[in-house]
């Protein structure tokens, strides 16, 4: 009589480490993470993610939408494979959010004072611990690469770029006002990316070079791109003030250069061999999404209402905000929906819910919350009790509404 078949529990290992393998190679580490949790003997076979700093565990090409401004879940975006998950984050409350970077991670600091920095794989819920202190800047965009890794932060206010390994003592400080358009340009568009086993990217000087003569030439001002100079007066959004700027976007080893005008796109792929810019008419089977705060392409083939070969944007018209895409092949540009103008309670939305994924990642373009330590800072010179009595909130997710109501009570 033939002996029973082994139960599934009872796989061999190196057959659970090829699945495993296979969820990896497509950044699915939420997969991974479910796999491990089948048995303990899958848990044995495989690696555990939850303390190690190996890059293939580390969140590469997922983007980190918010939906509501109030609680600690997160939709999170596969931009290759399409995938789109929801996650309870509870691990949130206990520090204050920084920034999200282009991969997935997140940047925190802890709330005790000196707020030392701390990175999140939201996926395997390691902490990556940093020695600095996160720098008071009211709005950082952040990137994560290499194999220490390395935490890059910088902040339009200040034009500042600030580097550090887990070790440092202190940050490196980069204050260059004639450099920083092309780093901020760099960060924004994922060309710092996560996962990348490789020293700290740069654009070379001559390709950069190429890129500031062009935008030049097509009349981009470097120093009218950064939104705090522009977001008071919506001319981040108005078509009519500075309508021409300039992206960079890395997506699957190319990066990508566009040139939008009033009405118009021009793209452009860097090819750092030959130190040239080549024209492109066709960007194949993506969809890029392009903002003031962030821009990033996604295989369209995985999302069914996206279109491939187009490039979408938001514009304001009559203090309304509208997504556009323009598509590449007959070079028109079309109006697709409202856009999302704010994501938190106090905020005018354009749009209502249920959003789509075009509203979701054209929002993620332009919409970016605060750093909590910023916020939690500036309140701290607050009086605790208002004139009228009203206790200051101590909650920071009720700040928002506690300002709009001292906004509404002095007026």
Known sequence: ???????????????????????????????????????????????????????????????????????????LVNTTTGRILRKELPLLRNYYVIATTAGGFFVLSDRKYIHRARVLNPFTGHLIPFRTPVPLEQDVAAAVFGPKPTLVLISDRSRTQYRADP?????????????????????????????EDAPVPRIP??????????MGAFGVQPLEMYPDDLIDSLSAYNPQLFPN??????????????????????????????????????????????????????????????EANCIYYIRSIDHSIHIYKFDLEDMKEERVSQGIDAL?????????????????????????????????????????????????PDNLEDLASFVESMISFDS
């Open 1 to 75: 009589m033939a002996a029973p078949a082994a139960g599934w529990s009872s796989l061999p290992s190196d057959l659970i480490n090829g699945i495993a393998d296979c969820l990896l190679a497509t950044n699915d580490i939420d997969y991974y993470m479910d796999l491990r949790a089948v048995c303990s003997n899958w848990r044995s076979a495989t690696a555990d993610p939850k303390n190690t700093l190996e890059l293939r565990f580390r969140p590469r090409q997922w983007i980190v939408l918010d939906e509501v401004f109030e609680n600690n879940t997160r939709l």
């Open 167 to 195: 070790a440092s003592e202190c940050y490196t400080e980069y204050v260059d006002q004639e450099n920083y358009p092309m780093v901020r340009l760099a960060v924004l568009g994922g060309m710092y990316f996560d996962g």
């Open 205 to 214: 000087d001559v390709m950069a070079d190429k890129i500031l003569r062009m």
């Open 245 to 306: 700027r300039c992206f960079l976007v890395k997506f699957a080893g190319e990066v990508l250069v566009i040139i939008k005008l009033k009405h118009h796109m021009n793209v452009f792929k860097m090819d750092t061999d030959r130190d040239l810019l080549e024209p492109v008419k066709s960007i194949g089977n993506l969809a890029i999404f392009i903002g003031y705060r962030r821009c990033l392409a996604v295989n369209a083939e995985n999302f069914t209402s996206i």
């Open 344 to 392: 938190h309670q106090i905020g005018l939305s354009y749009a209502h819910p249920p959003y789509t994924i075009i509203q979701l990642i054209s929002s993620y373009t332009v919409n970016v919350r605060e750093s909590q330590l910023f916020f939690a800072r500036m309140t701290e010179g607050m009086s605790d009790v208002r004139t009228d009595g009203e206790k200051v």
